[in-house]
């Protein structure tokens, strides 16, 4: 019995990014904007009722769908501890040298044992091309079985649809920060970036191991 093998590529919705828009396999696209925090908690109750009214009105004035995602990972510090490292023979004094290299390892072990997290906050603004565009863009009748058309954007109208969803996306920008919160739309190099660290979760996942770390041969 033959067996039909799938890479992982093909459970991935998406088709490609362009200009910044996720377009996806069902023809529909996508926009990401990067949101800002607010300490909620520290806030006076003034300014937390305001925080809570202002989300109140964005969700009001939107008559579409958005998704809120919380991307939470790891942080990883091993930039910062190159850094440390490279900075270590360049101490003046032999006790800076010292200070330098413990504070190092300090860091290291306790990243790895306090397990720290950094969170970023993201909107993903939808937008679905009627039908009927794709199905003006066809000159070929219908033979046999109808088809579906597909959504997935011929370039002449690419741009229309692109267009449209922007438009969603500083509506979005504009409501959200009622309630204090700062938006801004993500372009393609940093959408694909997002992609990758969601579907390649375990990569900064290794544990820290610093190059100047002593080894111990057997005694």
């Given at each position: 019995m033959?067996?039909?093998?799938k890479?992982?590529?093909?459970?991935?919705?998406?088709?490609?990014?362009?200009?910044g828009?996720?377009?996806?396999k069902?023809?529909?696209y996508?926009g990401?904007l990067?949101?800002?925090s607010?300490?909620?908690?520290?806030?006076?109750e003034?300014?937390?009722?305001?925080?809570i009214?202002?989300?109140?009105?964005?969700?009001n004035t939107?008559d579409?769908?958005?998704?809120?995602?919380?991307?939470?990972?790891?942080?990883?510090i091993?930039?910062?501890?190159?850094?440390?490292s490279?900075?270590?023979p360049?101490?003046?004094?032999e006790?800076?040298?010292?200070q330098v290299?413990?504070?190092?390892?300090?860091?290291?072990?306790?990243?790895?044992?306090?397990n720290i997290m950094?969170?970023?906050?993201?909107?993903v603004?939808?937008?679905a091309?009627?039908?009927?565009?794709?199905l003006k863009?066809?000159?070929?009748p219908f033979?046999?079985?109808?088809?579906t058309?597909?959504?997935a954007?011929n370039?002449?109208f690419f741009?229309e649809?692109r267009?449209?969803l922007?438009?969603?996306?500083?509506?979005?920008?504009?409501?959200?920060a009622?309630?204090?919160v700062r938006?801004?739309?993500?372009?393609?190099e940093?959408?694909i970036?997002?992609l990758?660290?969601?579907?390649?979760?375990?990569?900064?996942?290794s544990p820290?191991?610093?190059?100047?770390e002593p080894?111990?041969?057997?005694a």
């Amino acid at each position: 019995m033959a067996t039909t093998s799938k890479t992982s590529q093909s459970f991935v919705p998406v088709k490609e990014v362009r200009e910044g828009i996720v377009v996806l396999k069902d023809g529909s696209y996508r926009g990401i904007l990067m949101c800002s925090s607010v300490n909620f908690a520290l806030k006076s109750e003034d300014e937390q009722k305001g925080i809570i009214g202002g989300f109140q009105n964005f969700l009001n004035t939107i008559d579409f769908s958005v998704q809120i995602v919380v991307h939470s990972r790891k942080m990883d510090i091993r930039p910062y501890l190159e850094f440390l490292s490279e900075r270590e023979p360049l101490q003046q004094t032999e006790l800076m040298k010292i200070q330098v290299r413990e504070y190092l390892q300090f860091v290291a072990s306790f990243a790895d044992a306090a397990n720290i997290m950094t969170k970023m906050f993201y909107l993903v603004v939808p937008y679905a091309p009627p039908v009927a565009s794709q199905l003006k863009a066809s000159s070929l009748p219908f033979i046999g079985k109808p088809q579906t058309p597909t959504l997935a954007g011929n370039d002449e109208f690419f741009e229309e649809h692109r267009i449209q969803l922007e438009q969603r996306m500083s509506l979005v920008m504009s409501g959200i920060a009622a309630s204090g919160v700062r938006a801004a739309a993500l372009g393609t190099e940093e959408v694909i970036e997002l992609l990758y660290r969601s579907f390649n979760l375990g990569e900064l996942e290794s544990p820290i191991r610093l190059t100047n770390e002593p080894t111990h041969g057997p005694a």
